[in-house]
């Protein structure tokens, strides 16, 4: 089962504290916030992601690679322009099996296809 994770956001709000990583790579304890969700997908048996990147993406890429790192297998769709969480569900539907869970504003929830 694939997990899209939703990182493209401009993190508006959370610029004030820190805009030149996007809201995903927020360090909590040392970490990106967007680590301890691959940790707790990971536990839970899911270890293919799909990230969905957009504002400084390249960050995210460029610290996550292929996952290999984390036992786990990444790729990437940039976001051209914002398409919102429904969006990205329907556009996403091509890579996608039957379920997938998709990961957004550090939460979690899930499409059916």
């Not at 996007?22 to 990971?42: D, F, H, S, T």
């Not at 429904?86 to 504003?105: D, E, M, N, T």
Request: hydrophobic fraction near 40%; aromatic fraction near 12%; glycine fraction near 12%.
């Amino acid at each position: 089962m694939k997990v899209v994770i939703i990182a493209g956001g401009q993190g508006t709000r959370i610029a004030s504290v820190n805009n030149e990583i996007p809201k995903a790579m927020i360090p909590v304890n040392g970490k990106p916030v967007l680590e301890y969700q691959i940790e707790l997908a990971k536990r839970y048996g899911l270890s293919d992601f799909i990230f969905v990147i957009g504002h400084l993406g390249n960050v995210i890429k460029d610290y996550f690679g292929d996952g290999s790192k984390w036992g786990v297998t990444i790729t990437y769709y940039h976001e051209e322009a914002p398409l919102g969480t429904a969006g990205l569900c329907l556009k996403s539907l091509i890579y996608l099996q039957k379920i997938f869970h998709v990961l957004w504003r550090y939460g979690d929830g899930h499409c059916a296809r």
